[in-house]
Nanobody, 126 residues
Framework: QVQLVESGGGLVQTGGSLRLSCAAS????????MGWFRQAPGKERELVAA???????YYVDSAKGRFTISRDNAKNLVYLQMNSLKPEDTAVYYC????????????????????WGQGTQVTVSA
């Protein structure tokens, strides 16, 4: 069983920055691929950024150049640094763990992830 707890959300003005953190339980955190998803009201959940077990990264086009995913395996933490935030980034952000994909694989579908956090709200004001 893996528990994920997000933090770091909040209200920020356009152009501002936030860093989301996700704390994971479990002694094999380094074996998990991790992803950050978001869901805005009335919209489908989308993968924003992900990191494979090998450290490969993926970003949705709208996040490229602005968001950075990183992890600290010693502390069982994964981060999402978000810069140059826009109102369209407003959503609930969830971290998720994929415990079964191969070393270099980045899962891009929600059902590929086994565990989810409770979410943290990010609101970007115009």
């Amino acid at each position: 069983q893996v528990q994920l707890v997000e933090s770091g959300g909040g209200l920020v003005q356009t152009g501002g920055s936030l860093r989301l953190s996700c704390a994971a339980s479990g002694r094999t955190f380094s074996n998990y691929a991790m992803g950050w998803f978001r869901q805005a009201p009335g919209k489908e959940r989308e993968l924003v950024a992900a990191m494979s077990r090998s450290g490969n990264t993926y970003y949705v086009d709208s996040a490229k150049g602005r968001f950075t995913i990183s992890r600290d395996n010693a502390k069982n933490l994964v981060y999402l640094q978000m810069n140059s935030l826009k109102p369209e980034d407003t959503a609930v952000y969830y971290c998720a763990a994929d415990t079964s994909s191969a070393w270099i694989i980045i899962a891009k579908r929600g059902p590929d992830y086994d565990y989810w956090g409770q979410g943290t709200q990010v609101t970007v004001s115009a």
